[in-house]
């Protein structure tokens, strides 16, 4: 069973940035692909971006250019920076992770998600 904690939601005005933290436990993280997800109130849910084991990334449309994800092996954490925040990016941002190795293979988990309110 893979834990996922996610942080750094907030209210922020157009143009600001967030840096969101998903701290994983439960499973060796160096097994884990783990990704941002978000969902927008009546929207289905999307992928922002992702990181494997070994550092590489896959981007959502929805924040290309504008979103840097990145991965701490030794604190076991993700990060989402994300810059030129605009209202359309209003949603609760969930991290997910993918076991990779030989145990669980193939399971996903969900964080409970954090809560990102951009202002006009």
């Known amino acids: 069973q893979v834990q996922l904690v996610e942080s750094g939601g907030g209210l922020v005005q157009t143009g600001g940035s967030l840096r969101l933290s998903c701290v994983a436990s439960g499973s060796p993280f160096a097994n884990l692909l783990i990704g941002w997800w978000r969902q927008a109130p009546g929207k289905e849910r999307e992928l922002v971006a992702q990181?494997?084991?070994?550092?590489?990334?896959n981007y959502g449309d929805s924040m290309k250019g504008r979103s840097t994800v990145s991965r701490d092996h030794i604190n076991h954490t993700v990060y989402l920076q994300m810059n030129s925040l605009e209202p359309e990016d209003t949603a609760i941002y969930y991290c997910k992770a993918t076991v990779t190795g030989w145990t669980n293979y193939g399971m996903e988990f969900w964080g409970e998600g954090t809560l990102v309110t951009v202002s006009s």
């Open positions: 990181i494997s084991a070994g550092y590489s990334t």
